[in-house]
């Protein structure tokens, strides 16, 4: 029991609408009627503006780390389930969120959290990278998917030359898959040329 109640908590952190809560509470609108019709930190950039986009993708990292987390909770202290699991199923959580009709962010914050949680020195490089890209390409989407990649590549560079952690390896894998099925639109946009870019960076 103690088991499927840690799984449950994970999957209900990710399913917390921030977008969707932000949205309604604050300024009156469900962003998933407007922009791209989804509920992450980009779109609320898009529609609710920079301050509402900064919170809702601070909270999105935040349910990460907190799922990962769970597990240094006395109660689940001897579940036997290593983090980077709560940490996935928190991800799928944001995608298929109970609480806002199982349609969800793109997975991109909520991995990053994960990645807090776990390794917090790999999630500030991999941050810096982030502003890096984003300036470089002017698109988040673009930006997410190459970051997946680097941050698998560095996931088995730093099995190899540091210290072995095959979960890791596993789960970076497991986001790589998400973030790229979940950016499908975005991919065939940005083959066409018509992706949206920022102009803030």
Do not use: C
Request: a positive charge; aromatic letters at 10%.
């Amino acid at each position: 029991m103690t088991t499927a109640l840690v799984l449950l908590l994970a999957y209900l952190l990710g399913s917390i609408p921030t977008g969707l809560i932000i949205g309604k509470i604050f300024f009156k609108t469900d962003i998933r009627e407007h922009g791209s019709g989804n509920l992450g930190g980009t779109n609320t950039f898009r529609v609710l503006g920079k301050p509402a986009g900064l919170i809702v993708s601070l909270i999105d990292i935040l349910k990460g780390t907190a799922a990962v987390l769970l597990v240094a909770l006395p109660v689940f202290a001897d579940v036997g389930i290593h983090p980077l699991i709560l940490g996935a199923i928190a991800v799928i959580g944001h995608m298929y969120p109970v609480f806002a009709g199982f349609r969800g962010g793109k997975a991109v914050a909520t991995s990053a959290g994960v990645l807090l949680g776990y390794n917090w020195l790999f999630f500030l490089i991999l941050l810096g990278l982030f502003f890096l890209l984003l300036k470089l390409t002017k698109m988040v989407s673009l930006t997410s998917i190459l970051l997946s990649l680097i941050a698998f590549l560095m996931a088995v560079g730093s099995h190899f030359l540091i210290r072995p952690d095959v979960p890791l390896i596993l789960l970076i894998s497991v986001l790589l898959v998400f973030i790229v099925y979940r950016h499908r639109a975005n991919i065939t946009r940005i083959r066409q040329g018509t992706e949206p870019k920022i102009t803030w960076i």
